[in-house]
């Protein structure tokens, strides 16, 4: 009678602890998933709202810009339909002149200031060419640059890519007129050749509109 008691209790404890066992796994399940569950919802509602703000039209003009920016390369063409100039473009620095500092001068391209900006960057990509040469062998690319208009375009290359600019202004300067060298937020171009006299310096100025 004593061992009947005894198996009894022993078994009753078994099916105890057993549904103990089976519930506390049941719990843990539900916890898991619907932790995840909840994990996923704010996932998703984090997602939406980057997508949200992704299509803001400030976020799609910084978008816009990066692009701009990181695609820009240096500038290997200029095209004035308007005055009839198409030109490569090279490179150039500072040198030494007479013991003085001097922007050097190009003289088979229209010269890019290498501290310029890039085309469709920020700033103020600046090129320079002559209006006019003595050695056949070179070439004045700028030699008409003074027919441009407000209104007109400026196509700047990069490789493959190519950067529209509208002439906002032209004018005339001293040779030590360096204010047309400085660079801003703004996205121009500065054109700079001599007037036929030789004198001074005609300076032609974009703003990028593609």
Not at 24 to 36: E, I, K, N
Not at 194 to 206: N, S, Y
Request: glycine share 8%; with cysteine.
């Amino acid at each position: 009678m004593a061992e009947t008691r005894s198996r009894q209790s022993s078994n009753k404890l078994s099916t105890l602890l057993s549904v103990a066992l089976v519930l506390g796994v049941g719990f843990a399940t539900w916890y898991v998933l619907d932790s995840r569950a909840g994990d996923s919802q704010a996932a998703e509602q984090h997602a939406d709202a980057l997508t949200m703000a992704a299509e803001t039209p400030a976020a799609r003009e910084a978008a816009h810009q990066g692009q701009r920016t990181f695609r820009a390369g240096l500038p290997t063409r200029v095209v004035v339909p308007s005055a009839g100039i198409d030109a490569p473009i090279e490179g150039v620095g500072v040198v030494e002149q007479g013991g003085q500092a001097a922007w050097e001068t190009s003289w088979t391209a229209v010269g890019h200031h290498i501290d310029s900006a890039l085309p469709g960057s920020p700033g103020n990509l600046v090129l320079t060419g002559h209006v006019s040469v003595s050695n056949p062998q070179h070439s004045a690319y700028f030699a008409t640059l003074d027919r441009v208009q407000p209104g007109d375009v400026v196509e700047v290359h990069s490789g493959e890519a190519v950067f529209r600019y509208e002439i906002e202004e032209l004018r005339v300067v001293p040779p030590d007129a360096t204010e047309v060298l400085r660079a801003d937020h703004r996205s121009r171009v500065t054109l700079i050749t001599c007037t036929p006299d030789l004198e001074d310096r005609l300076v032609v100025v974009g703003r990028l509109v593609t």
